[in-house]
Structures are given as structure tokens and as C-alpha cells.
Nanobody, 127 residues
Framework: QVQLVESGGGLVQAGGSLRISCVAS????????MGWSRQAPGKEREFVGG????????FYADSVKGRFTISRDNAKNTVYLQMSSLKPEDTAVYYC????????????????????WGQGTQVTVSS
């Protein structure tokens, strides 16, 4: 099973930008579709977005569409979440996740499609 480790979280002002990363262990990173979810205090985990195995397709939740971008570098076993125009309501623990669902062109569309999770990284947006 793939092991996932997130990094890059922190404190940022509203309107700012932040990029978080997730490094996967093992030689088969390109066989997983990847994605991100987040969980704010007292709330359920929320799907943020997903990216296909080949990196060509992405899918985003409406709440982040146009502000967040997911990318991946299969040579570095790394997936990124670039966050821009951040809002206080984006404050959450962000989790990287891997999926074996679908084909090489399929981008995950729900947290239920993920089978492996990282430990999370905290992102706090101040107003």
C-alpha cells in the first residue's frame, strides 16, 4: 500500500497563496490517481479535488474551483495543491489521498474513491 506524507502547510493571510506537497513511497506512484480532501474543526471531511494518473485530467469541488490547482510529478512521486485567493473558510487539515479507481485518464471526484491517506497538514487562513 502506498505511503503518503504531506508537507508545506502553515499560516497565510486571506487573499494569499500557499502550495502544499505530498510525497508517495514506492515505485508505482503513476498507477494511482491522486487527490486532496480537507477537514475543518467540527466538520466532516470534504473532497477538494483529484488528478488522473497521467496528470492530464483534474476535477475540483465547486468551493475551490478557479482558486486551487492540483498537479503531479510522477518522476518525483509527488502531488501538489496550489491554493490561491485563500479565504478563512479554507482553514482545515489537508489530506493527500490515493485511488486505484478508474483508468489512466480518470480524475477522482469523491473522497469515497480514495483508499490510502496521508497524515494531513494544517492550513490556517487568517482574516
Amino acid at each position: 500500500q502506498v505511503q503518503l506524507v504531506e508537507s508545506g502547510g502553515g499560516l497565510v493571510q486571506a487573499g494569499g497563496s500557499l502550495r502544499i506537497s505530498c510525497v508517495a513511497s514506492g515505485p508505482t506512484f503513476s498507477s494511482y490517481a491522486m487527490g486532496w480532501s480537507r477537514q475543518a474543526p467540527g466538520k466532516e471531511r470534504e473532497f477538494v479535488g483529484g488528478i488522473s494518473r497521467n496528470g492530464y485530467n483534474t476535477f475540483y469541488a465547486d468551493s475551490v474551483k478557479g482558486r486551487f490547482t492540483i498537479s503531479r510529478d510522477n518522476a518525483k512521486n509527488t502531488v501538489y495543491l496550489q491554493m490561491s485567493s485563500l479565504k478563512p473558510e479554507d482553514t482545515a487539515v489537508y489530506y493527500c489521498a490515493a485511488s486505484t479507481y478508474g483508468n489512466t485518464w480518470y480524475a477522482p471526484r469523491s473522497s469515497t474513491e480514495f483508499g490510502s491517506w496521508g497524515q494531513g497538514t494544517q492550513v490556517t487562513v487568517s482574516s
